[in-house]
């Protein structure tokens, strides 16, 4: 009987296990990560314990789904397969357009009904609290402009509003009355006088004739060429906003490329082996250009993921002073004393500003802020008698915040009784004040 078959067989399986073993322990073949979150889940310890009462090899076993040799290859090679024959995924946030068009969920559902519903399905609520939040807008626009802090909202078109001949067909969206955020905001800036510039009909415009891509197939934020264009016209607003001079950025002559963040990034989370889009990336490039009359303002942008295609394509430390970045009124980014807004000196660098950018997407307006309007105007507002809070509430405030001791006590005392910090703030001041006056 010749058996070479069966020992060629065993051999090759043998090699397959040493293989499997060896990645799993040493991984001495790196892997390209795959994209999304996950919560990371850590080898769990032997004890004694753990073994006899069963939860290391329960541990054990969700470690290994984590873990295992060539994890990145078998999940890609596993969504390839479902993109390939069956045209799926299991990415429950990406919907699927005409001609492979790729968008998230949240923007379908803005195009053919309204994002107001996942917070209330009230129309009359809604107009309430957008027409409140305006209002406050508005009074701290009056407010900071006396410190000669200028604060302007930046309104982006979504994906859904330039590129909608590819959206999926509507099978699930049916109140369409609903009451959409860039519109309400739009008109009610415009009768408050509130500070903004508008990029959905701009967006709308250069669509017809704008010679690369606004937004790219397979990403969900706009272009980071479109980006490039767009914060050139930033600049030139916040120099007329602020009566300063900026320095300008030459804006180079666009060029294929190799496709960069976030112009695929939607792609990227369907961890795929082969790329959906097979057509052209355009970039160009940025130089400061120096200029000796120049100011460099400090700008604080706090809004949504918009501003990180910005921050790609130009050397904002060459056009400004400071330049944080507070990512959904939340995580700071570009500052190296802070990494928390709840952490931050909110007087001083209200104060201390140059400009301060609200940069929202259309789908994203919905949360204007993130808090940060109400959190402002809880520390600059009295609305007890309708009015700026005086110098002396705001001297006190600010030296709550200089007060490390202090402001980690106010920081305690807001957590139990559940409001914000700048809340907390502003009503500790107000009774200090009241208690010596009496």
């Not at 290859?73 to 397969?81: A, C, E, G, V």
Request: net charge negative; glycine share 4%.
């Amino acid at each position: 009987m010749n058996n070479k078959p069966y020992n060629t067989l065993l051999i090759i399986t043998l090699v397959l296990f040493i293989i499997l073993f060896v990645q799993s322990v040493f991984h001495p073949i790196s892997l390209k990560s795959l994209k999304g979150f996950y919560n990371p889940v850590d080898k769990p310890d032997l004890t004694y314990k753990s073994l006899t009462d069963g939860s290391y090899q329960r541990d054990f076993e969700e470690y290994k789904r984590y873990s295992f040799a060539f994890r990145e290859w078998s999940i890609r090679l596993y969504n390839q397969y479902l993109w390939t024959c069956y045209h799926k995924t299991y990415n429950g946030w990406i919907d699927i357009g005409k001609n492979d068009w790729l968008y998230e969920s949240e923007f379908v559902r803005d195009h053919y009904e309204s994002m107001m519903y996942k917070y209330t399905s009230d129309a009359t609520e809604m107009a309430t609290i957008f027409n409140e939040n305006a209002q406050k807008l508005c009074k701290l626009q009056e407010i900071l402009a006396k410190h000669n802090t200028h604060i302007f909202v930046n309104m982006i078109p979504g994906k859904d509003v330039i590129c909608p001949e590819n959206l999926p067909d509507n099978t699930q969206y049916f109140h369409p009355e609903g009451i959409h955020a860039y519109d309400f905001y739009k008109q009610r800036f415009d009768e408050l006088g509130v500070n903004y510039i508008d990029f959905v009909p701009v967006f709308k415009s250069e669509k017809e004739t704008a010679d690369y891509p606004l937004f790219y197939q397979t990403g969900t934020h706009w272009s980071n060429i479109a980006a490039t264009h767009a914060f050139d016209s930033i600049m030139r607003y916040m120099e007329n906003l602020g009566g300063m001079n900026i320095k300008n950025v030459e804006v180079g002559e666009k060029h294929k490329g190799k496709v960069r963040e976030p112009d695929d990034d939607l792609e990227q989370l369907f961890n795929l082996m082969f790329p959906i889009n097979k057509g052209d990336y355009y970039y160009t490039d940025t130089r400061v250009i120096d200029d000796p009359t120049a100011v460099m303002p400090k700008l604080i942008t706090i809004g949504d993921s918009f501003f990180w295609t910005i921050s790609y394509n130009f050397n904002l430390g060459g056009i400004f002073r400071e330049y944080p970045y507070w990512y959904y009124n939340s995580t700071i980014y570009f500052d190296k004393r802070y990494n928390s807004t709840k952490d931050v000196n909110m007087i001083d660098e209200l104060f201390n500003a140059d400009f301060i950018m609200l940069n929202y997407c259309t789908v994203q307006l919905y949360k204007l802020g993130n808090g940060f309007i109400d959190n402002a105007f809880a520390l600059l507002y009295d609305d007890e008698i309708n009015a700026p809070m005086s110098d002396e509430i705001i001297d006190i405030e600010r030296r709550i915040y200089s007060d490390s001791e202090w402001f980690n006590s106010v920081k305690e005392k807001a957590a139990r009784n559940n409001i914000s910090i700048e809340k907390q703030v502003a009503l500790d001041a107000k009774y200090i004040i009241n208690q010596s006056e009496n």
